[in-house]
């Protein structure tokens, strides 16, 4: 009875484990599942690495007050950087493609992330991103190039062609990365070599 009881509770911890993984992007219920068997089978200290990783996470992680970027010091170590290019700012949807665009090591300038796209399907309007955060980044300021890095699809196009048009009356070039990315493409797959065309043939919008 006592083995009954135990099985039984720890199957409810595994299928509780398994449940908290199928919410995570790309993890289906089988994956789930195998994942949460694994961790029962590994060592106590390996869990504790992982829970403790989570919670740090989320303890330390935060956005950057000027770009939106995540980081755990405001500002964020490329807007606290003076070796950057300070006249350029490269809006993308996701703290990823930053990292995605950072391992090219084409671009110095600074970054502005939305945190989203505009998609009237999905009811993300111009106010659910970080829109006006950059707008306002933007007026008085010395930029002079604004790159419009959202994704290719069509809320990444509807996007940048909304960017651009409030960006333009601001007396600030406007480019957009170059075709050289196939639509529908995420920016955070791409690969270096794409990413680096696109920078390099961005054209004005
Ligand atoms: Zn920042």
Redesign the pocket.
């Known amino acids: 009875m006592a083995d009954k009881q135990f099985n039984e509770d720890s199957a409810d911890a595994i299928s509780h484990l398994a449940g908290e993984f199928n919410k995570l992007p790309g993890i289906g219920p089988k994956s789930a599942q195998r994942i949460a068997f694994f961790l029962m089978r590994s060592s106590e200290e390996q869990g504790r690495q992982l829970a403790e990783a989570i919670l740090s996470l989320k303890e330390k992680v935060k956005l ?6 995540v ?1 755990e010091t ?7 950087s003076v070796q950057r290019d300070n006249s350029r700012i490269c809006i993308v949807e996701q703290p990823q493609d930053i990292i995605a665009i950072e391992h090219t090591g084409i671009y110095t300038g ?2 502005h992330v939305l945190h989203g796209a505009i998609s009237p399907t999905e009811g993300i309007g111009t106010d659910s991103i970080r829109i006006k955060e950059v707008i306002s980044r933007l007026t008085d300021s010395d930029v002079q190039e604004v790159i419009l890095a959202t994704n290719t699809n069509l809320e990444g196009e509807q996007t940048a062609m909304y960017l651009g048009k409030l960006i333009q009356p601001l007396g600030i070039s406007v480019t957009r990365l170059a075709r050289g990315l196939p639509f529908g493409t995420e920016l955070e797959y791409a690969d270096d070599v794409t990413l680096s065309r696109a920078f390099e043939g961005r054209q004005t919008f």
Do not use: Q, V
């Open positions: 950057c007050s000027i770009c939106f970027n980081t405001d500002p964020c170590r490329i807007c606290a600074l970054y």
